[in-house]
């Protein structure tokens, strides 16, 4: 039985483009970061202890600039980094880490006090962290993957992953990453492998843990069709049931109001 997840990763599958928002060249992204998050069963509102990270940035010459990231909780937003890119999607720890020009940082979801995390001073465009500890993976403005271990002191260079664009770890902590030409790639024991079965020529891709149980995968968006892509480098398309459907529908209700919330607050 398929079971959802309390996580707003899921929402990337049907999130409208920044030209639907009539905010040209201006982007957002978005992570839902509590496990109680459930949406209102009749409006789609999310849980309100649920806090809900925005990304915002504009896009100049092929490039992300960033435009802050906020937090959203009891129906109120601030903005707690001014030039940050990424945010970690683990829904169930407490800390959520984000991506700053200047490093890690990390975002206390109880007290909302947000503190540099350990002395890295790489300008961070990815993060991820993984399940089974606190180890993260960070995706850096040069496209290089390090391994940041420590407490964020030190940092191994992932060198099988080569020119990634965005990075992704599934429930079992396989690294995932978005090389050339927005084709996906899992790094394995015996080297890289480009996973099979999917389109030959995406015109756009992301790549997230699943926002649902799956045994084994992770998963990618090519154009509106989700896929789930495994460590063996296959992959199938995913069809979501009904259940499934309005559960995206509500939570794409919410976020929009918060989008909303994030221009009005911003002066837009």
Not at 28 to 46: A, E, K, M, Q
Not at 149 to 157: A, L, N, Q, R
Request: net charge negative; charged share 25%; glycine share 6%.
């Amino acid at each position: 039985m398929r079971v959802l997840l309390v996580c707003l990763a899921g929402l990337l599958v049907c999130l409208k483009t920044a030209d639907s928002h009539s905010l040209p060249q201006k982007d957002y992204g978005t992570s839902g970061n509590n496990s109680s998050s459930d949406p209102d069963s009749s409006t789609g509102n999310l849980d309100s202890n649920t806090t809900t990270f925005i990304v915002r940035f504009v896009t100049r010459n092929d490039k992300k600039e960033s435009m802050g990231i906020y937090a959203h909780k009891n129906g109120k937003v601030k903005k707690i980094l001014e030039d940050g890119l990424a945010i970690s999607d683990w829904p169930l720890n407490p800390r959520t880490y984000l991506g700053n020009k200047d490093g890690i940082y990390a975002y206390d979801k109880e007290t909302e006090k947000l503190e540099k995390y350990g002395n890295l001073s790489d300008n961070v465009i990815g993060i991820v962290k993984e399940n089974r500890t606190d180890d993260l993976y960070i995706l850096t403005e040069d496209h290089v993957v390090y391994k940041v271990i420590e407490e964020g002191t030190k940092k191994i260079k992932v060198n099988e992953a080569e020119h990634a664009e965005q990075i992704a770890l599934d429930w079992d902590d396989n690294l995932y990453y978005i090389g050339a030409n927005n084709q996906p790639y899992v790094v394995t024991s015996n080297g890289v492998k480009k996973i099979e079965g999917l389109p030959a020529n995406p015109t756009s891709a992301l790549i997230s843990r699943p926002p649902i149980t799956i045994e084994h995968g992770a998963w990618f968006i090519s154009g509106q069709q989700p896929y789930i892509i495994y460590p063996n480098a296959t992959s199938k398309p995913y069809v979501f049931n009904d259940q499934e459907k309005l559960e995206y529908e509500k939570r794409n209700r919410a976020v929009e109001a918060i989008f909303l919330q994030v221009r009005e607050q911003a002066g837009e």
